[in-house]
């Protein structure tokens, strides 16, 4: 669709605020962990439990939300998905039991990974042609990662207002409540109606009815084919490794409280800047270091070393280690997670899978390569509870292997390349 120089910028700010902030709540311990937890006097493990809970949501809630979205006005699931993010952080905030919060993050799993996740993608790639969709998708993640700092400066603000603990973080979570229905009156005044573009994709899939009904037979042939391929498990490794990095990181702001004795503010607002502003840091420089270098394995390899170096240094660090110097090893990690995930997708060209299957691989290797969210908060929950402080020590060398693991994947996928390459240089000699 084309758009007016004014609308497609707008356009674009609205989506990222919707994006933002439908995933605000749900992911609310990644920042305010130690209030969340006294908030519903919960444990460590029920913590955990919430996220794999909402995990689930990537495995059932996504792909049902594609085929609605792909069938029926999407700009009314999209917006509604934003009004039921304020309804469910509003019940939560004036029930605050587990039960409750068990209930409400099943909610937040269909609003944001079932009606707002695919329709998000199918809003922006329809923003503009087939040879601007890098540009578009590139300008998506700024407009989100700005909203993300945003909005969390604005709980930081009310958290410090209403004189932090449970009070500070119930009024936090209502001013974003607030804004989710300002949100939804914004979005179904500037984002257009798709009326005319559903009826044309009808017409289009019923005319292509009959050779999608030839290609059924091969589906399960194809899906067999690529689960026996080395490529599809070395990707999905690759987004593991570096996935799991990112859900470890999100256990230091506990650490810094706990174990550094950090005020919860300090810490909140280091997360803030670990979190979301370093997805605009490294996300951009993982895309230009992958196409400078000419190989996101080589990319992947810097950042799985420096993984493994810092949480080295943090398994033997003494106690009395600055606060400073262990926040700033944390941003380095953070940054070089979200360069990792500026390449690891790139992967599947590198691992020489076709074109033709790129979907479908994508689709295997991403499952696997988000499954932590199925388990390790819940695992990480259970060391803290058992194990006190030393729980992330746990972590640590449970992190470090993994980041070894991926280290070994990626160099099988430089071998994988360098073979192909030689195969190919063979074949033009023949010939």
């Known amino acids: 669709m084309e758009k007016k120089s004014l609308k497609l910028p707008i356009t674009l700010l609205v989506l990222g605020a919707c994006w933002s902030i439908v995933y605000i709540i749900p992911f609310i311990q990644y920042i305010w962990y130690d209030?969340?937890?006294?908030?519903?006097?919960?444990?460590?493990?029920?913590?955990?439990?919430?996220?794999?809970?909402?995990?689930?949501?990537?495995?059932?809630?996504?792909?049902?939300?594609?085929?609605?979205?792909?069938?029926?006005?999407?700009?009314?699931?999209?917006?509604?998905?934003?009004?039921?993010?304020?309804?469910?952080?509003?019940?939560?905030?004036?029930?605050?039991?587990?039960?409750?919060?068990?209930?409400?993050?099943?909610?937040?799993?269909?609003?944001?990974?079932?009606?707002?996740?695919?329709?998000?993608?199918?809003?922006?790639?329809?923003?503009?042609?087939?040879e601007n969709q890098g540009k578009i998708f590139g300008m998506n993640e700024t407009c989100i990662g700005i909203f993300?700092?945003?909005?969390?400066?604005?709980?930081?603000?009310?958290y410090m207002k209403?004189?932090?603990?449970?009070?500070?973080?119930?009024?936090?979570?209502?001013?974003?409540?607030?804004?989710?229905?300002?949100?939804?009156?914004?979005?179904?005044?500037?984002?257009?109606?798709?009326?005319?573009?559903?009826a044309a994709e009808r017409a289009k899939k019923a005319a292509e009815a009959k050779e999608k009904a030839a290609k059924k037979t091969n589906?399960?042939?194809?899906?067999?084919?690529?689960?026996?391929?080395?490529?599809?498990?070395?990707?999905?490794?690759?987004?593991?490794?570096?996935?799991?990095?990112?859900?470890?990181?999100?256990?230091?702001?506990?650490?810094?409280?706990?174990?550094?004795?950090?005020?919860?503010?300090?810490?909140?607002?280091?997360?803030?800047?670990?979190?979301?502003?370093?997805t605009l840091l490294g996300a951009p420089i993982g895309g230009i270091l992958t196409d400078k270098v000419?190989?996101?394995?080589?990319?992947?390899?810097?950042?799985?070393?420096?993984?493994?170096?810092?949480?080295?240094?943090?398994?033997?660090?003494?106690?009395?280690?600055?606060?400073?110097?262990?926040i700033a090893l944390t941003l380095i990690m953070s940054a070089a997670v979200y360069i990792g995930r500026g390449a690891y997708y790139a992967t599947i060209t590198e691992a020489g899978v076709s074109r033709n299957l790129t979907a479908s691989t994508t689709g295997i290797a991403a499952a696997v390569g988000f499954s932590p969210d199925l388990f390790q908060f819940t695992l990480f929950g259970y060391w803290l509870d058992t194990l006190g402080t030393q729980a992330y020590t746990y972590m640590f060398i449970f992190q470090a292997v993994v980041l070894v693991i991926g280290t070994l994947a990626a160099l099988k996928i430089l071998h994988i390349k360098k073979k192909n390459a030689q195969n190919v240089c063979a074949v033009a000699e023949a010939e």
């Open 294 to 326: 000419g190989s996101p394995s080589k990319v992947l390899l810097g950042v799985y070393t420096i993984g493994i170096l810092g949480l080295g240094y943090l398994l033997v660090a003494d106690a009395g280690v600055a606060a400073q110097l262990l």
């Open 35 to 130: 209030p969340f937890q006294q908030f519903m006097n919960a444990t460590n493990t029920q913590m955990g439990l919430l996220i794999t809970i909402y995990g689930f949501g990537n495995v059932f809630g996504a792909p049902i939300g594609g085929w609605i979205a792909d069938r029926f006005n999407y700009k009314y699931i999209y917006v509604g998905s934003v009004l039921l993010n304020g309804i469910f952080t509003l019940i939560f905030v004036m029930y605050p039991t587990y039960f409750m919060a068990v209930l409400m993050w099943i909610g937040f799993a269909i609003a944001s990974l079932l009606m707002n996740y695919p329709t998000h993608i199918k809003m922006i790639r329809d923003l503009t042609t087939d």
């Open 162 to 198: 209403f004189m932090e603990g449970v009070a500070g973080l119930k009024a936090a979570m209502i001013s974003i409540a607030v804004l989710s229905f300002v949100l939804t009156a914004i979005a179904m005044i500037v984002l257009d109606n798709p009326k005319e573009k559903i």
């Open 148 to 158: 993300n700092i945003v909005f969390n400066a604005v709980m930081m603000v009310f």
């Open 219 to 278: 589906v399960v042939a194809d899906f067999l084919m690529i689960m026996k391929q080395p490529a599809t498990w070395l990707v999905a490794i690759s987004i593991f490794a570096v996935y799991s990095f990112l859900t470890t990181l999100t256990y230091f702001t506990p650490y810094f409280t706990d174990v550094l004795g950090v005020a919860v503010t300090f810490s909140g607002g280091v997360a803030i800047l670990r979190q979301h502003g370093m």
